[in-house]
């Protein structure tokens, strides 16, 4: 009878993970088309000196939503499974309280900040300013969607926790953005940010009632305990891993403004979110898996925890390996679309392709080694990746703007998922890359 359920509950999350990562694959699919189309509306509507403006804003508001996380999302997708898991309800619903009421308060006192620290920020000419009061307004929105999106992930929602940030917020954005320019409205970044605060404002609406919804089917009526003093600990690692990892992978907008010509922080945006298209398999598998690893981890399932990432490693290379040619290739093209100035980004986007092909190739390195409780070993690789790569940029951005940015982000992500990828082999076992596909194919 055991070995029955067993067998069942095997059956039942490889279901789960080929149903998830398929949904989540349309929907990411569904994203990137209306991001894409939002991009170019946004690139064309405001051209390419206002849109480095609006691609140094998103950076800020990317870093500032990091910080003001506190790590605490990635606790909620790492505890939220293994408690409901071992029928820990209790503590379930004490880690969403207490995780909530810490994001919304630090995100409100960052808003705070930025929107006291927005002219200095600005620099001489001033004109990110405006945009940056209203990236302050959208702050404690974005760190609360945040919030619902991991509690929905750890109750193993996978779809629904990407459908407001993923589907809802950019198909509001798109509708306001073209809407308003069929009427012959003028945009500036300014006002896209206001935009985007609106559809931003009915995503997290959208989030948090279901949240709740599924919180009342799973946990159902209960008080919960006092925060468990060794979430605070682990809190502090996860909140060093986030923080790295967005000043590794987000920050070059706002430094290249900083840094380099006006006009390649906005090349690099562009160039940036069209190279992340590669990770577009990753991003979908992870979404479901990263539960799976929570939970098969807190269970011994080693050998069905590989069997997952094998599967999940065999869809990422039949997506990103034809897409990888395919960027190559077109991506002066899609440049283009952007508007003048921008087909100057063509270098930095396919030194970004190889980073990015070469990211998602190496699998969920990172992802294994926080959910399986090596957080701290995935923190000593970011810190010293995110610090070798501000040196890089600080660097490289002077002297050859948005293409050194890109430059020394090729660098951070073969060290950071290499050094990553021996450290899982090391410590746990485990193979995420694409290299136990081709193993088992010759086996």
Not at 58 to 65: E, K, M, P, R
Not at 95 to 101: A, N, P, Q
Not at 151 to 157: I, K, N, Q, T, V
Request: charged share 10%; glycine share 10%.
């Amino acid at each position: 009878m055991m070995a029955k359920s067993t067998a069942n509950g095997l059956t039942g999350r490889k279901a789960l993970l080929a149903r998830g990562s398929l949904w989540n694959f349309v929907l990411k699919l569904i994203s990137v088309v209306l991001l894409f189309y939002a991009e170019l509306l946004v690139a064309g509507a405001l051209g390419l000196a206002e849109y480095d403006l609006w691609a140094t804003a998103v950076s800020w508001l990317t870093i500032l939503a990091v910080l003001a996380a506190l790590g605490m999302n990635t606790l909620v997708v790492r505890q939220l499974p293994a408690f409901i898991s071992t029928g820990a309800r209790v503590r379930a619903r004490s880690v969403l309280r207490w995780t909530s009421r810490r994001m919304g308060l630090a995100a409100l006192v960052l808003g705070a900040l930025l929107l006291l620290g927005r002219h200095r920020l600005s620099g001489q000419g001033g004109e990110l300013a405006p945009v940056l009061l209203v990236i302050a307004l959208m702050l404690p929105f974005q760190v609360l969607l945040l919030h619902s999106e991991a509690a929905l992930r750890g109750f193993s929602r996978p779809l629904l926790s990407q459908v407001p940030q993923l589907l809802l917020r950019p198909l509001l954005f798109v509708v306001l953005l073209g809407a308003a320019l069929q009427v012959g409205f003028r945009w500036t970044a300014e006002r896209v940010a206001v935009a985007a605060l609106i559809s931003l404002l009915f995503s997290w609406l959208f989030a948090w009632a279901r949240l709740r919804s599924v919180v009342g089917q799973e946990l159902g009526q209960g008080v919960p305990q006092s925060p468990d003093p060794a979430w605070r600990k682990l809190v502090a690692q996860l909140f060093g891993l986030q923080l790295a990892g967005v000043l590794v992978a987000q920050a070059d907008p706002a430094m290249l403004y900083a840094l380099a010509p006006s006009g390649q922080a906005g090349i690099y945006a562009v160039a940036g979110r069209l190279a992340m298209f590669l990770s577009f398999a990753q991003v979908a598998v992870n979404v479901v898996l990263a539960p799976l690893m929570s939970s098969l981890h807190a269970t011994g399932a080693r050998a069905e925890l590989q069997q997952h990432l094998r599967r999940a490693a065999r869809g990422i290379a039949l997506f990103t390996l034809p897409a990888l040619v395919v960027m190559w290739w077109t991506g002066p093209w899609l440049l283009s679309l952007f508007g003048p100035g921008f087909e100057e980004g063509e270098r930095t986007l396919r030194w970004l392709i190889c980073g990015r092909g070469f990211a998602a190739l190496s699998g969920a390195v990172s992802l294994l080694l926080v959910m399986c409780g090596h957080q701290g070993v995935a923190l000593r690789i970011l810190l010293v990746t995110a610090v070798g790569k501000l040196l890089a940029n600080l660097l490289l951005m002077p002297l050859w703007g948005a293409e050194g940015a890109a430059m020394a982000t090729v660098g951070m992500l073969a060290l950071s998922n290499g050094w990553a990828w021996l450290e899982v082999r090391r410590r746990l076992g485990f193979d995420p890359s694409v290299l136990t596909v081709l193993r088992s194919a010759v086996h």
